[in-house]
């Protein structure tokens, strides 16, 4: 049974920073691509991050590039979201996910995520 669990979530003021983890079981996902979305209440679904567990290319969402930083370790089978100059509106459920395919992440493709996770709560006060 593959399952993702995220956590790092919590309160912060802006301006503040946090370090998200996602850490996987079930199989090992060291060359599937992995990454973070996230959903605010009331809004849709928004891409974060992703990163390629084989050779560590990243992506990043407009909104949160130069502030977001995506890494992983494999020996882990774990993937990282390290949050920096954290804003009101970053508020939202960040959601860990994974795929055999990076283009998933980016909307370059139509295939459907193959695991996602339950998601942890970043709340960002002003």
């Known amino acids: 049974q593959v399952q993702l669990v995220e956590s790092g979530g919590g309160l912060v003021q802006a301006g503040g920073s946090l370090r998200l983890s996602c850490a996987a079981s079930g199989r090992t996902f060291s060359s599937w691509a992995m990454g973070w979305f996230r959903q605010a209440p009331g809004k849709e679904r928004e891409f974060v991050a992703a990163?390629?567990?084989?050779?560590?290319?990243?992506y990043y969402a407009k909104s949160v590039k130069g502030r977001f930083v995506i890494s992983r370790d494999n020996a882990k089978n774990t993937i990282y979201l390290q949050m920096n100059s954290l804003k009101p509106e970053d508020t939202a459920s960040y959601i860990c996910?994974?795929?055999?395919?990076?283009?998933?992440?980016?909307?370059?493709?139509?295939?459907?995520?193959?695991?996602w996770g339950k998601g942890t709560l970043v709340t960002v006060s002003p």
């Open positions: 996910a994974v795929d055999q395919h990076v283009a998933t992440f980016t909307g370059t493709g139509f295939d459907v995520m193959d695991y």
């Open positions: 990163i390629s567990w084989n050779g560590g290319s990243t």
